[in-house]
């Protein structure tokens, strides 16, 4: 059990039978009035975000996440299949359950399952990964004064913004997480 006075970034509880994450916390202490915990919690099901406030006094259960490294085999089509590289089982996911997790991570690489209670929940894709750009217009020296960017298709299909001097052909880092680029391999 885990009391609302020492919630951090990160912590997942169970709360009413839905599992949340904590977002954002702020201790709050009113000059009239009892002291409160506001707190910005995600659903990890469906990823909507609902505000709370909680007394420092309130316990609630931690929610016990399972964190897996999967191969990503390939895409049918209809489904996107993974397997635990110890066990050999393979999972079968559909796009929905998949989302844009996968926009920059090629067949054969690993990433992280996420359930609760065996129920998988989301996909953490690698946090950087090396791609290689398979469509972008030349940029020109000269056309700006300060680093403008271009629109780059990388071998996953997914869209970058890049500088102008990275060319086709070329493999670039991607940061997962916000989807920019961070530097040529």
């Known amino acids: 059990m885990v009391?609302?006075?020492?919630f951090r970034n990160g912590l997942t509880l169970e709360i009413d039978n839905v599992v949340y994450q904590v977002i954002e916390f702020q201790h709050v202490k009113p000059g009239k009035g009892a002291a409160f915990v506001r707190t910005?919690?995600?659903?990890i099901k469906n990823g909507g975000v609902v505000e709370k406030t909680f007394r420092p006094t309130e316990k609630y259960p931690q929610a016990h996440i399972e964190r897996n490294d999967m191969q990503y085999l390939y895409?049918?089509?209809d489904l996107f299949h993974f397997m635990n590289t110890e066990t050999f089982d393979q999972?079968?996911?559909t796009p929905d359950q998949?989302?844009?997790s996968l926009k920059f991570v090629k067949e054969n690489e690993m990433v992280k399952m996420l359930s609760h209670q065996g129920q998988v929940f989301a996909i953490e894709p690698p946090l950087f990964v090396e791609l290689e750009i398979t469509d972008t217009e030349p940029g020109f020296k000269g056309d700006t004064a300060q680093g403008a960017t271009k629109p780059?298709?990388?071998e996953?299909?997914?869209?970058?913004?890049?500088p102008l001097f990275v060319n086709q052909g070329e493999k670039i880092q991607i940061?997962?997480?916000?989807?920019?680029?961070?530097?040529?391999?």
Do not use: F, N, P
Not at 3 to 6: I, T
Not at 40 to 43: H, Q, R, S, V
């Open 175 to 185: 940061d997962t997480r916000t989807g920019e680029y961070m530097k040529r391999v």
């Open 156 to 162: 996953t299909g997914a869209l970058v913004y890049v």
């Open 3 to 6: 009391s609302a006075g020492d």
């Open 91 to 93: 999972i079968a996911m």
């Open 98 to 100: 998949v989302g844009d």
């Open 152 to 154: 780059a298709t990388v």
């Open 40 to 43: 910005k919690l995600k659903d």
């Open 75 to 77: 895409s049918d089509g």
